[in-house]
């Protein structure tokens, strides 16, 4: 069974960084592309970014874009997201998840979420 | 951007009754709709995708319909497990777009 976990969430201050890191096992994680989603509290899904199964191709939500840097390393089965000029309204559980069946936008599984709180 | 919208907001179904959730998007997503599963405090689940296929593993009750801009997701017999927050999603065109969400809640 496919199995995602996130890490390196956390609290920041507005301004600061952070880089999140989503590990992947049991399935062959060069074949799919992988995105991240977030969820506010109390709200609903937001895709944030996503990068293609080799990692050439790479998206990002206009709220992010210029700010967060999605990246993969295959060798490790790891896909990064490094967050950077975080915002308050940036405080969301974030989701790293894969795309079903490998179709790009489609996501499943889903890991567990982390959160990250951004506040003085 | 595509905008979905998901009605009603909130839907209050006794167990063993039909459930039926509505999506419909700003302009047409063809079949590309998904519906997704979220429980408190656990991670969206994948129920539906190519907007009525199910996904493996999701049982029969679970049903999805609709093309361009009108979806729709039934539950056929709601089970205790059921009561979630149920997403329409589009993955036709970046971004990748959710609706807000329909609360199924017991009556």
């Known amino acids: 069974e496919m199995q995602l976990l996130e890490s390196g969430g956390g609290l920041v201050q507005p301004g600061g960084s952070l880089r999140l890191s989503c590990a992947a096992s049991?399935?062959?994680?060069?074949?799919?592309?992988m995105a991240w989603v977030r969820q506010a509290p109390g709200k609903g899904l937001e895709w944030v970014s996503d990068?293609?199964?080799?990692?050439?191709?790479?998206n990002y939500a206009d709220s992010v874009e210029g700010r967060f840097i999605i990246s993969r390393d295959n060798s490790k089965n790891t896909v990064d997201l490094q967050m950077s000029s975080l915002r308050v309204e940036d405080t969301a559980v974030y989701y790293c998840?894969?795309?079903?069946?490998?179709?790009?936008?489609?996501?499943?599984?889903w890991g567990q979420g982390i959160v990250v709180t951004v506040s003085s | 951007e595509i905008v979905m919208t998901q009605s009603p907001v909130t839907l209050s179904v006794s167990p063993g009754e039909r459930a039926t959730l509505s999506c419909r998007a700003s302009?047409?997503?063809?079949?590309?709709l998904a519906w997704y599963q979220q429980k408190p405090g656990q991670a969206p689940r994948l129920l539906i995708y190519?907007?009525?296929i199910r996904a493996t593993g999701i049982p029969a009750r679970f049903s999805g319909s609709g093309s361009g801009t009108e979806f729709t997701l039934t539950i056929s017999i709601l089970q205790s497990e059921d009561f979630a927050v149920y997403y329409c999603?589009?993955?036709?065109?970046?971004?990748?777009?959710f609706g807000q969400g329909t609360k199924v809640e017991i009556k």
């Open positions: 190519s907007a009525s």
């Open positions: 302009q047409s997503v063809s079949s590309n």
């Open positions: 998840a894969s795309s079903y069946l490998g179709i790009r936008g489609l996501f499943g599984p």
């Open positions: 999603q589009q993955y036709t065109n970046w971004p990748q777009t």
């Open positions: 990068i293609s199964d080799s990692g050439r191709s790479t």
């Open positions: 049991a399935f062959t994680f060069n074949t799919h592309s």
